[in-house]
């Protein structure tokens, strides 16, 4: 019983720090399609299953248990907010309890005193921790609580030295979210420190103790190559992967050192966190930033390695996470972040285990005070920080607080406003976009759609024009504008761009009653075809993130 006193005290503080995620909605930020307008996985049917299982480019992740434990709250909660969050949560409460007993055992291994407060205030740290909001509170991000737990327990069985388990968590962290691909790299640096195994000096790795170590390590590599494989293949098929051309390898470089101290200051100090971090448009003008990045990796790097000897945790925990953010570090650019509070999740357990060692050396009452202290803040940090995930308006109304300049926030604030039925409100909004980005071709589209149901066709023709300059390949937006010249009673114009939506997407059936309805017009005098032509627009809200 005393045993599951301090793992049982660190789910209760991730669930008091986490609550008010409970009531949260979904959001505008994958929420729509990943779940609410997503059928595939509403059922544990075999064709859901199957479609689960089945590698598809949208979304770029290969993550099969995730979608049934999504299933499974939908057996039971149905669509209800409050179900997915609740499962969420109770996954990075489990993780985190779990952690607590992963941290006990390194201290001990690596004898270190005050073992019990120490693995107790590090699995606090991650816990309750700010950066751990985004993977908590937001429902699509089921992929991080879920493969951290198995994660977790890999590590758990793995320095229980009970293998077969932890293969088969790790199999379950691998199928639930590619980021777990590094694990093996973390073991083979808990061999070197504290395990042991394995000495430091290449030359033992061939003798019988050590080359079996190394040999196991196969039994891990084989499965992370292999969903490592299929993670950049939908990656690439999703279009997620930015091009040589667009952002160069020296710039990439910079990124990565950027992200890599990212995550270091903001665990030192989460405060101005955004659910968004977009990439700069300007990369030269972040050059000196960069290069200021780069030299604060290296002298950490040379930090920890000069002091290897008489304190081989700070060199472990560093490159810990140096190959744990490698996939998301930016070197192969995923998206338009330059950072994600979710990229942390894993990363940053090395810190946790820090955080927990250097409180619990100072002296018991003050080691009391400062870890209570720090626990409660980060705490109230996170209550904070979770309500910026409430709904869609509190979520995109941070980022354009946090990011004047950035465009898609204006378009998604945009989208609610015109949802609301606030017109002119969204014109607003849409207007600010274009002037951030002129060439933004969803927000031209949603902004020649608002104006068409405003009753001002004529001005949102020169809209759609620019939404496929920008954008040829845009879906809808042929059959948007076809509407708006039904609407103005100009049949033919309507009937050609009817067309080119079908050639662009041949199953849109609006698009073909559209067609058929502006031949009919043709045949018909000029006033009974403009009092019979009030088509609807469709909403699209493409673009942005």
């Known amino acids: 019983m005393r045993r599951a006193f301090f793992p049982a005290l660190v789910a209760a503080a991730a669930f008091a720090a986490f609550l008010p995620s409970l009531g949260n909605g979904f959001i505008n930020f994958d929420d729509g399609w990943y779940l609410v307008n997503n059928h595939e996985f509403k059922g544990w049917t075999l064709e859901h299953l199957r479609w689960m299982f089945t590698p598809w480019p949208r979304g770029g992740h290969y993550s099969p248990l995730t979608w049934m434990s999504l299933a499974l709250d939908w057996s039971l909660w149905g669509m209800r907010p409050m179900g997915f969050h609740l499962t969420s949560l109770a996954l990075h409460a489990a993780g985190a309890a779990v952690f607590y ?76 979210k590619g980021m777990a691909m590094t694990l093996p790299f973390a073991l083979i640096l808990l061999d070197l420190y504290p395990l042991g195994r394995i000495s430091s000096s290449p030359r033992a790795w061939l003798r019988p103790p050590e080359r079996s ?25 999703s279009g997620s992967v930015w091009a040589l051309e667009k952002i160069h390898v020296l710039w990439r470089v910079g990124v990565a050192c ?78 338009p972040q330059i950072a994600a509070d979710r990229y942390s999740y894993l990363p940053c357990l090395g810190f946790a285990l820090l955080y927990g060692w250097a409180v619990s050396r100072l002296p018991a009452r003050a080691a009391m005070a400062a870890g209570g202290m720090s626990v409660l803040l980060l705490a109230g940090l996170t209550w904070r920080q979770t309500s910026v995930w409430r709904d869609s308006e509190t979520l995109w109304a941070a980022t354009a607080a946090a990011y004047p300049r950035h465009a898609p926030a204006r378009l998604f604030l945009g989208n609610l406003s015109a949802g609301q039925g606030k017109d002119e409100e969204a014109a607003a909004l849409f207007l600010e976009a274009l002037s951030i980005e002129p060439r933004y071709g969803a927000a031209h589209n949603n902004l020649a759609n608002l104006l068409v149901r405003m009753g001002r066709e004529q001005k949102s023709l020169d809209h759609y024009a620019a939404a496929l300059e920008a954008s040829r390949g845009h879906k809808a937006v042929h059959y948007n504008w076809g509407v708006a010249l039904l609407r103005l009673g100009r049949g033919s114009e309507a009937a050609r761009h009817f067309r080119q939506e079908l050639t662009i997407d041949p199953g849109h059936e609006p698009s073909r009653k559209a067609l058929a309805a502006a031949l009919l017009m043709e045949k018909r005098p000029l006033k009974k075809r403009l009092r019979e032509a009030r088509l609807p627009a469709e909403k699209h809200a493409q673009g942005g993130t």
């Open 213 to 237: 170590v190394w040999l196991e390590k196969v039994l891990f590599l084989a499965p992370a190559a292999a969903i490592a494989g299929v993670t950049v293949h939908l990656q690439v098929a």
């Open 101 to 176: 007993l992963v941290a006990l055992r390194l201290f001990e291994e690596a004898r270190a005193p005050g073992k019990t407060g120490a693995a107790l205030l590090a699995a606090l740290f991650f816990a309750v921790h700010p950066l751990r909001v985004e993977s908590v509170a937001w429902a699509s991000e089921r992929r991080d609580v879920l493969s951290g737990l198995f994660y977790l327990l890999t590590i758990h069985f793995y320095l229980r030295r009970r293998l077969g388990a932890g293969l088969a968590c790790f199999a379950a962290s691998l199928l639930s």
């Open 258 to 335: 950027y992200g890599l101290m990212f995550y270091v200051a903001k665990t030192l100090l989460p405060l101005s966190l955004s659910p968004l971090y977009p990439m700069p448009s300007n990369l030269p003008a972040m050059a000196p930033t960069f290069a200021l990045c780069a030299l604060g990796a290296a002298a950490v790097t040379a930090l920890a390695v000069l002091r290897a000897k008489r304190q081989p945790a700070l060199v472990a925990v560093w490159a810990f996470y140096a190959l744990s953010i490698a996939p998301v570090s930016g070197l192969v650019q995923i998206g």
